[in-house]
């Protein structure tokens, strides 16, 4: 049974596309036949992420209108034989994108893939509620900062309200988990940064996973690599656990560098 | 900056340049088709018209015709696959 996993943030600039990219990436490596979806129409930026963004043809809007079939648009990854990428329009708005047209498509999408992740644009107008709507599971990305923790408890109301499992009845809640992102352990330690248990007892859902803040997160997008597609990096090891969780796997959540100082910051200490 | 024979800068300096190329070769084509309606978004109507010119002559499916486009830094290629297997298949 496939599963439609959201990735949502309502905040923009959190880390929604790179955490879809990277999970998408991470589960197609353990195996998974798995698709990613842009639904922020107008402004694509998946592509970009993915690193397939001169091989755009056909987009989800045109198979929405019937204007392309559904394996024309869909963009083979050619690093990982299980992924795929739909991208979005560039050209068109977002009303072009209807519930029913979503649906249609991600029903098709359902018959090939054991994973469809929906990369959710920035607030909550109709490309966030439909990309959203359809969802068994939710990511809520999150920094650990006042505006991004409170939209997460947004996105977390509008999961449990705006959404088909919330409309159905007798259906199961939509799993709603926590990624918490541009994590700082430094910054968290000395008291300049919320911790993690603080944003968890804030939202109150399970956690997924913290990625660090760091040099490898910008190096993918300057790439078009996946994170967890690129050179070992903390960053990189953070979602490749948070994948397994998300696939059912039991790992312990370890902060890198909370336990751990580096060599460097051994030697100069907490003085930067 | 080098030390230890290793070069700091090389591989930051690296990716960042990467990054810059991908955007001017990505923006050169977008920022020509803004707004109006052609650039990639005419290729639904190039596909269909390449499908009524040959229907002209000879059935083909609905879906024969699959048409991928691949940029380069200079030039862009177009490529169009036309199925004609279906046709061959049925005429046995």
Redesign the interface.
């Known amino acids: 049974m496939s599963k439609v996993i959201v990735v949502t943030s309502g905040k923009g600039g959190v880390g929604k596309t790179t955490s879809a990219a990277a999970i998408s990436a991470g589960l197609a490596k353990q195996g998974h036949k798995t698709v990613v979806i842009d639904f922020d129409v107008g402004l694509r930026n998946l592509d970009m992420i993915m690193g397939c963004e001169r091989r755009v043809v056909f987009d989800f809007i045109n198979v929405i209108q019937g204007d392309a079939k559904l394996k024309q648009a869909l963009i083979k990854d050619r690093r990982l034989e299980n992924l795929s990428v739909l991208p979005t329009s560039q050209t068109r708005d977002k009303d072009a994108l209807t519930r029913e047209g979503v649906g249609k498509v991600l029903d098709e999408l359902r018959e090939e893939f054991d994973y469809i992740v929906c990369d959710s644009p920035a607030g909550i107008e109709r490309g966030a509620q439909l990309a959203m709507y359809y969802a068994d599971e939710a990511v809520l990305v999150t920094n650990p900062e006042v505006s991004s923790v409170r939209d997460s408890d947004r996105m977390l109301g509008l999961l449990n309200s705006k959404t088909r499992r919330a409309e159905e009845d007798g259906a199961e809640p939509i799993n709603a988990h926590l990624l918490l992102t541009r994590f700082d352990p430094k910054r968290s330690g000395d008291g300049e940064m919320m911790t993690v248990e603080d944003v968890l007892e804030i939202l109150a859902i399970p956690l997924l996973g913290v990625i660090p803040e760091s040099p490898a997160v910008l190096r993918a997008s300057n790439e078009g690599v996946p994170v967890v597609m690129g050179d070992k990096s903390r960053a990189a090891t953070a979602y490749e656990e948070a994948v397994a969780r998300l696939t059912g796997e039991q790992i312990e959540i370890r902060i890198e560098g909370e336990d751990r100082p580096g060599f460097f910051q051994r030697i100069f200490g907490r003085t930067a | 900056m080098s030390m230890f024979g290793f070069n700091f800068r090389s591989r930051?300096a690296k990716?960042?340049q990467?990054?810059k190329d991908?955007l001017q070769?990505?923006l050169a084509h977008?920022r020509g088709?803004?707004?109006s309606?052609s650039?990639?978004?005419y290729?639904?109507l190039l596909?269909r018209d390449i499908l009524a010119a040959i229907k002209k002559h000879v059935h083909v499916e609905g879906?024969a015709v699959?048409?991928?486009?691949?940029?380069?830094d200079d030039i862009s290629s177009i490529e169009i696959n036309i199925d004609l297997l279906k046709q061959a298949a049925r005429a046995d």
């Open positions: 930051k990716s960042a990467t990054a991908r070769i990505l977008e088709t803004e707004g309606g650039g990639p978004d290729l639904p596909q879906d699959d048409i991928r486009m691949e940029r380069e």
